[in-house]
């Protein structure tokens, strides 16, 4: 059933052509920020416009889709903008990972390895992986132009020479195909070696900034580090207490005032496809 | 006829006249009462609050009125009518930490103790006009009501500062400055800049903690909590000598948590930036504490180099009520100095000629 | 008389765009679309149907045929230019234009490079060229006739040029082929 009075998938056709040229342009650029005539959306700036109208120009009514937050399928934002593509689309809606055809995603990448034919729709806040060291748009722009990612290097050095490591925890910087620096969204460090090679086409759009770029499949993608200080992506060090996973991205919680914890996976699904552990080893 | 003549009173009464029947608009159709502002538009008479730094809903619903829904006129009015009041002392600090949650939502967290309460938000509606509400309705269906959950809601931050990550704040028993009675005297202490944000503009602030997302004075935040609801004010009259309560009122408090590199003397750690205000306004509160953390930048070491650090820059021009003066004073006649620049011009480019 | 375009404009442009973005994500793989019931002479039904997806008024259109421009105005609205520099998709059904001589962006914004369609006689997976790069696990085989002799030296001069440098998509009937500036092609080894 599709809200009347909307087009499937909410945008007009002339706004999905333009983001669609933008998308293979793109793909045609890995790593490179296409600028697009970004709407409005019904949902606000920084809950995933970006995403949401990447996804909507792709979407047809044979996909399945699914939509996580954090991980998770469950968190009300994901909730929200599931139900959103129901009602302007009505596709198929799915938790399980290796059953969607599209993944639209905030802050998280799949434990479970994506195949091809899937298309993994990042959201993105400031998609300009420079914003922090040059504010200005019109410095960073003639910074890719020129691959002058130096200001990036001196920053991880200082780091290192500082701390004894990066600092940086999670929208880690990384080089796609050897050319231009990319924001990989602010996803936890822990994911960035699952894009590298990632047989999966993946899209990023940011709506507020009004950018789309892409990272084809099969594509290299480094986490940018040094020879003697290799990058080093972390997780909590502990298991799920749901599912006993060592492997997987683990999220904090604070289960009573004395400030107890425990760590659970952050992504649902993959929690959900492994055997619980039984009580009383929890 | 625009005309700074004499006889400018006629002038005046004729359009204080007009202004207040374009305010009642058609009077065919029923006048909007204070009651229905404060009840129906409670989100303005909240900002207003705020804004003209009074807490009094039915006063402010009533400047909202008066200004015909211009909320910077209306916080104008009600700061013109709060500064008239005799002062008979200072509340007791207000227990956030007490308070009576509507709203409690942690960013940093998927779970923790007394829970996420998302409370009356448009966070997760769906930004399509709702036609049903053009058409009057009968009654609303009540919401849903669950039995109060009586755990206790500790302060993210508080959990943060338990396990050493957060940085302790420094406290003082000092009498903290009182922005209404004394200017501001650069450098502030952190007590008066943030009696001037909590009184700031919602946009100006909203554009400045923007800003420091964007690149503009970084602090990588993470809203650790955002709580709103009602809290106890107290008052201890000097012949009392105790603490007596004068009543509820509803704030909405923002903790926004920061990282800190560290320093020569400190751990790499977290920081935090505040935000509190009067009523129910989460994007005041969480711009505000954005903006608070930006201007620590000086006091944790950190380079002062984007607007929102700048002390001056912000407090200067955060007051919307002061703003507003000064930029709309432009419409006064001004005609005496432009003549002298005319005359100015003039003989300059006679100069330029010869 | 004007023949049809998509018989479901919104479905139909969804699923082209979809094996587009894939033929471009998968350089030199083959994908088929759904057949156009009239696709006007002299283009095949896939070149017709990349543009019904992709060209609007926003987008200035070179074809180095006559016949189809009132079905193209008539079906995308838009305006077609006669210099092929000049065009955001550049379409040949006969002798490739230089791929030099097209938009091909400049180093701040290679976004604004041309696309070429190129109408071919025929594409075969499996044999031919070798594409190695971005959207390819280990190498893709293509095989293409109807290109110019010159065509793999003018490839390698576009690919050499990164980031700036034009796109192709290779139409033959109702099967497409994508070569994105990225892929490097070498002769059948």
Not at chain 1, 168 to 173: A, C, D, F, G, L
Not at chain 1, 215 to 230: A, I, K, N, Q
Request: glycine content about 8%; hydrophobic content about 40%.
């Amino acid at each position: 059933m599709i809200e009347a009075g909307y087009n499937f998938g909410y945008l007009d056709e002339n706004t999905k052509r333009m983001i669609r040229r933008a998308l293979l342009q793109a793909v045609a650029l890995p790593g490179y920020q296409v600028p697009f005539g970004s709407r409005e959306m019904p949902l606000p700036y920084g809950w995933g416009t970006g995403g949401i109208q990447v996804t909507a120009s792709i979407i047809g009514a044979d996909d399945t889709l699914k939509v996580i937050d954090q991980g998770a399928d469950d968190t009300t934002n994901a909730v929200s903008i599931r139900r959103f593509f129901n009602r302007v689309t009505g596709v198929a809606t799915t938790e399980h990972t290796a059953e969607a055809t599209i993944i639209q995603t905030r802050h998280r990448v799949p434990e479970a390895k994506l195949r091809e034919g899937q298309v993994l729709v990042y959201q993105v806040p400031m998609p300009e992986p420079l914003f922090r060291l040059e504010p200005r748009v019109a410095e960073t722009k003639r910074m890719h132009a020129l691959a002058d990612y130096g200001l990036m290097h001196v920053k991880l050095y200082e780091d290192i020479a500082q701390h004894g490591a990066a600092t940086t925890s999670y929208n880690y910087p990384v080089l796609v195909n050897g050319r231009y620096l990319m924001s990989p969204s602010p996803i936890p460090a822990f994911d960035n070696p699952k894009l590298d090679m990632m047989p999966a086409l993946q899209l990023f759009g940011a709506g507020r900034e009004k950018r789309i770029y892409a990272v084809p499949p099969y594509t290299e993608v480094r986490s940018l580090d040094f020879e003697d200080h290799p990058f080093q992506p972390a997780r909590a060090d502990a298991a799920c207490v749901i599912c006993g996973a060592r492997d997987s991205y683990l999220d904090e919680l604070i289960v009573d005032d004395g400030g107890k914890r425990h760590f659970v996976c952050s992504d649902t699904d993959y929690c959900a496809s492994r055997p619980p552990l039984v009580e009383a080893a929890a | 006829m625009y005309v700074a003549v004499k006889g400018g009173e006629r002038a005046i009464g004729n359009a204080h006249a007009w202004l207040d029947e374009t305010r009642r608009g058609d009077p065919a159709l029923p006048e909007l009462s204070v009651e229905q502002v404060e009840q129906q538009l409670g989100l303005a008479v909240d900002r207003v609050m705020a804004e003209g730094s009074c807490h009094d809903r039915g006063l402010a619903a009533l400047a909202v009125k008066q200004a015909r829904g211009d909320l910077i006129e209306a916080a104008f009015l009600l700061r013109a009518y709060r500064t008239t009041l005799a002062r008979f002392g200072a509340s007791e600090p207000v227990e956030t930490g007490a308070m009576r949650i509507q709203r409690r939502i942690s960013a940093t967290y998927k779970d923790l103790p007394g829970g996420q309460v998302l409370g009356p938000t448009y966070d997760y509606t769906h930004r399509l006009l709702d036609f049903a509400l053009a058409a009057e309705r009968e009654a609303v269906a009540p919401a849903p009501e669950g039995v109060a959950d009586p755990t206790p809601m500790p302060r993210v931050t508080e959990l943060l500062a338990k396990e050493g990550l957060m940085r302790r704040e420094t406290t003082s028993e000092a009498e903290p400055p009182d922005l209404t009675r004394d200017p501001l005297n650069f450098p502030v202490p952190r007590a008066a800049w943030l009696q001037a944000l909590a009184r700031g503009d919602e946009g100006f602030l909203l554009g400045l903690g923007y800003s420091t997302q964007r690149g503009y004075g970084n602090s990588h935040p993470f809203a650790g909590e955002i709580r709103m609801g009602e809290v106890t004010v107290e008052f201890t009259p000097p012949e009392l000598g105790f603490a007596i309560e004068l009543g509820e009122i509803v704030l909405t408090e923002c903790q926004m948590v920061n990282q800190f590199a560290g320093s020569k003397s400190e751990p790499p750690q977290f920081t935090r930036g505040y935000g509190l205000v009067f009523g129910h306004g989460e994007r005041k509160a969480m711009a505000m504490a954005l903006v608070d953390r930006g201007l620590r930048a000086e006091e944790l070491g950190e380079p002062v180099d984007a607007p929102a650090q700048s002390q001056e820059f912000v407090l200067y021009h955060c007051d919307n009520v002061e703003a507003t003066g000064f930029v709309e004073h432009l419409k006064l006649p001004h005609y005496v100095d432009f003549q002298s620049e005319l005359e100015k011009l003039r003989s300059l480019r006679q100069e330029a000629g010869r | 008389m004007i023949g049809a375009g998509f018989a479901d404009p919104v479905q139909d442009s969804q699923r082209c765009f979809r094996s587009v973005l894939e033929a471009m994500s998968r350089p030199g793989r083959i994908f088929q679309l759904p057949p156009l019931a009239e696709p006007p002479t002299p283009l095949h039904s896939a070149t017709a149907a990349v543009l019904l997806t992709l060209a609007d008024a926003d987008t200035p259109v070179w074809l180095d045929r006559a016949e189809p421009l009132d079905w193209l105005r008539f079906h995308c609205g838009c305006p077609v230019v006669a210099e092929a520099g000049a065009a955001q998709f550049v379409v040949a059904v006969g002798a490739m234009p230089a791929l030099a001589g097209l938009a091909l962006g400049t180093e701040e914004e290679p976004h604004l490079a041309a696309t070429l369609l190129v109408q071919v006689q025929g594409l075969q997976a499996g044999q031919g060229w070798r594409l190695t790069g971005p959207g390819i696990e280990h190498a893709h085989r293509l095989a293409v006739q109807g290109l110019p002799a010159d065509f793999l030296a003018q490839w390698a001069a576009n690919r050499a040029r990164f980031p700036q440098g034009v796109d192709i998509v290779l139409c033959a009937g109702d099967s497409l082929a994508c070569l994105p500036r990225t892929v490097r092609i070498e002769e059948a080894g």
